[in-house]
Each structure stands twice: as C-alpha cells, then as structure tokens.
C-alpha cells in the first residue's frame, strides 16, 4: 500500500504542479491584454511564440492488442500534452464513452475523482507495475476488483478538465512512469 500511497501523492503533486502553471500562464496573458500604452509609448512586442499550423500529416491510429482504448495517438510517452506538459503517458483521443479496457491481469486499487486527472482508475499488476487511466466519463469497477486483460474498466470522457474526450494512460513501475510501448503495440 506504501506504493500506491507514493504514487498518489506523486500524482497529487503533478497536478497541483500543472494547476499552477496554467494559472501563472493565464495571468501572465490576462496581464499582457489588459496593458495600456502610456501615451507616446511605443506598443508591446508581439510575443515571439510562432503560431500554431494545423498538421495535414494524419495522426497515428492505436488500438487492438493490448492498447486500453482505440483512436488517434495524441501525445506519446515524452511528447508534449495539449496543455504544453511533457507526457509520462499516452494521450488517446476517441469517442466519448468508448471502452476503455485494462491492459493486464490485476486488481483496481484506485477508482475515484482526482484533481487534475478527472475520474482516474489505477490497477496493480504485481511486480511494482501499476496502470493508469484517467480523463474517463465512468468508471466501471471498484477499488478490489479483479480484473483480466481486456476488461472494460471505465469509459472515455473529458473529466478533470480536458477539453476533449481522450484517455490519458500511464504505465508505472516502483511509482515512476515508464515507457508504455512495451505492453502496447501499434494498431
């Protein structure tokens, strides 16, 4: 129980580490919309952040074997979230209300709201790996249940303030993120 009690509080952390960054961002752009030219001032510099250009390269599609959910790859393992974040995850965006399913045999030790995550599922497979799911519109199953691999555990949402309905999925090992594409493998 110690580790899930770490790996809580680590997630915990993340959150309210993310949380604030957003909030410093938003006052940060609240502050340089709100600021008036004194008079013969010359304006602000625009900000030198190049403009975001819609990719036409099409997004990777995932699913089937051993993926908890099937849809466009958003964020790799490293690659950067929506919200500018580096991911320790994958990002998967699909249909709300999609199945999401575990990935391995194990058993729910967290099945709630977190702040930040949204409704969040994480199973124990032993061995110091633990998985993670969350962003999810319900949640199928308790902490104690059992579950095999392929079990639908939750279903995907856009809860803890995601803007669009997508999976966020973790693999940890001894409480800290590791790479995913070992146990998943492209559709």
């Given at each position: ?12 952390a993340?959150?309210a580490?993310?949380?604030?960054e957003?909030?410093?961002a ?12 004194q ?9 030198k952040?190049?403009p975001r250009?819609a990719?036409?390269?099409p997004?990777?599609?995932v699913?089937?074997?051993g ?8 964020a ?20 709300a209300g ?6 391995a045999d ?8 977190m702040?930040?995550?949204g409704?969040?599922?994480i199973i124990?497979h ?14 199928l199953?308790d902490?104690?249940d ?10 995907v949402?856009?809860?803890g303030g995601?803007?669009?309905?997508a ?5 940890r090992?001894?409480?800290?993120p ?10």
């Amino acid at each position: 129980m110690k580790s899930l009690e770490r790996l809580l509080a680590n997630l915990r952390a993340a959150a309210a580490k993310a949380e604030a960054e957003r909030r410093a961002a938003a006052a940060r752009e609240h502050q340089a919309q709100n600021a008036k030219p004194q008079t013969g001032a010359r304006p602000p510099t625009p900000s030198k952040v190049p403009p975001r250009v819609a990719s036409t390269a099409p997004l990777l599609k995932v699913g089937g074997l051993g993926w908890p959910a099937s849809g466009d790859l958003l964020a790799r393992y490293g690659g950067r979230l929506p919200d500018g974040r580096t991911s320790s995850g994958v990002l998967i965006g699909a249909p709300a209300g999609s199945a999401v399913t575990a990935v391995a045999d194990g058993t729910v030790v967290f099945s709630e709201w977190m702040t930040g995550y949204g409704l969040i599922l994480i199973i124990d497979h032993g061995n110091g790996y633990m998985s993670l799911y969350a962003h999810n519109d319900t949640l199928l199953r308790d902490a104690g249940d059992r579950v095999r691999r392929g079990d639908a555990v939750a279903k995907v949402g856009s809860s803890g303030g995601h803007g669009r309905p997508a999976l966020y999925f973790e693999l940890r090992r001894n409480g800290q993120p590791v790479d995913p594409s070992t146990w998943l493998q492209r559709r």
